[in-house]
Nanobody, 115 residues
Framework: QVQLVESGGGLVQPGGSLRLSCAAS????????MAWYRQAPGKQRELAAA???????DYADSVKGRFTISKDNGKNTVHLQMNNLKAEDTAVYYC?????????WGQGTQVTVSS
């Protein structure tokens, strides 16, 4: 059974930092591409960052230079370090992977950037 469990969301002031984590089970983690998506109120879900099994990364233009995605294959965990957060980063953040032809999502973690 595939499970993706996110943690690390919360309320932070503009300019602050948060680190999201996603613990994965039931997949071949070291061989998996992992991604973080986000969905703001009234908007479509969008890709924030992704990392391949080989460590190649991809970022939305809006987060480049501020967010860093990383994988810890020893702990089956993917992280999203978010720095210099802005109000427009407020969203529910979802961990995502595709395994054996199926899409899997975590339950989501709320990130709110507000003073």
């Amino acid at each position: 059974q595939v499970q993706l469990v996110e943690s690390g969301g919360g309320l932070v002031q503009p300019g602050g930092s948060l680190r999201l984590s996603c613990a994965a089970s039931g997949i071949l983690f070291s061989l998996s591409r992992m991604a973080w998506y986000r969905q703001a109120p009234g908007k479509q879900r969008e890709l924030a960052a992704a990392i391949t099994s080989g460590g190649n990364t991809d970022y939305a233009d809006s987060v480049k230079g501020r967010f860093t995605i990383s994988k810890d294959n020893g702990k089956n965990t993917v992280h999203l370090q978010m720095n210099n957060l802005k109000a427009e980063d407020t969203a529910v953040y979802y961990c995502y992977t595709r395994f054996m032809g199926d899409d899997y999502w975590g339950q989501g973690t709320q990130v709110t950037v507000s003073s």
